[in-house]
């Protein structure tokens, strides 16, 4: 049985900012769950087990070799695609980069990444939930 397609799925990210506040995307390749092409806040499948919170920070590390603090939560997102018959249930936290340098280290996940201007992203470019975030935190800190 597959989580998000045969039973509803927990995935989580992040809206993680760096000391230029700028805010760090990365586009979803082809061995993405979902939306593969788009651009969004990067994050994970949670574990048995695990917290939201931890899924999170391990990810970004697994992905990303980058270390991060979860400062709050945004908001969760009911990450329903039925084009491609998956339902997620999505909490999105903002983040705070604390170290590493930033690399791609699976490349057939999240191929390309960037930090920018949360005022310079098109959320047309973005996944289902990661244009919900932006949204959300545009509505809150605008």
Not at 63 to 71: L, T
Not at 108 to 123: G, Q
Request: proline fraction near 6%; charge should be negative; include cysteine.
């Amino acid at each position: 049985m597959k989580k998000g397609k045969d039973y509803i799925g927990v995935g989580t990210g992040a809206m993680v900012f760096n000391d230029n506040n700028e805010v760090f995307i990365a586009q979803r390749g082809p061995a993405s769950n979902n939306e593969a092409g788009f651009w969004d806040f990067p994050g994970g499948t949670v574990d048995f087990g695990e917290t939201c919170e931890a899924t999170v920070i391990r990810e970004l590390k697994e992905e990303f070799d980058m270390d991060i603090a979860i400062v709050e939560l945004l908001e969760v997102v009911n990450h329903i695609l039925p084009e491609e018959g998956q339902h997620w249930v999505s909490p999105t936290y903002i983040a705070k980069h604390v170290g590493g340098i930033p690399r791609v280290m699976e490349p057939e996940k999240c191929p390309v990444f960037k930090w920018v201007k949360v005022a310079d992203i098109n959320p047309k470019e973005l996944t289902q939930s990661s244009r919900s975030n932006y949204l959300k935190y545009m509505e809150r800190f605008g």
